[in-house]
């Protein structure tokens, strides 16, 4: 099994920053696709950013593709997604999810490990 541990979620005015953290616990995390999701209200849970097990591949969705960049440290079980000129549309719960195998992954029912997540709200 794997926990997940999301934080760095805030209030932030557009065209700012942040940087989310994922703490992970569990021996598969280390051999598992990492993916950061984000649902907004009256939305579906949709893939924001994923990587591979060692963080050689990476794929994002379009629209935070230039603005975010996901990496992960084995050695500390961490996932980070780092956000940059955030928007209002930006603003939502974001979620870590391990993914069941260890190739890049981008569809929500390739994970099976989610944290609880955190909000980020960007106001304009």
């Known amino acids: 099994q794997v926990q997940l541990v999301e934080s760095g979620g805030g209030l932030v005015q557009a065209g700012g920053s942040l940087t989310l953290s994922c703490a992970a616990s569990g021996r598969t995390f280390r051999t598992s696709s990492m993916g950061w999701f984000r649902q907004a209200p009256g939305k579906e849970r949709e893939i924001v950013a994923a990587?591979?097990?060692?963080?050689?591949?990476?794929d994002y969705t379009d629209s935070v593709k230039g603005r975010f960049t996901i990496w992960r440290d084995n050695d500390k079980d961490t996932v980070y997604l780092q956000m940059s000129s955030l928007k209002p549309e930006d603003t939502a719960v974001y979620y870590c999810?391990?993914?069941?195998?260890?190739?890049?992954?981008?569809?929500?029912?390739?994970?099976?490990?989610w944290g609880q997540g955190t909000q980020v709200a960007v106001s304009s």
């Open positions: 990587i591979s097990w060692s963080g050689d591949s990476t």
């Open positions: 999810a391990a993914g069941r195998y260890s190739g890049i992954a981008l569809s929500t029912s390739a994970y099976n490990y």
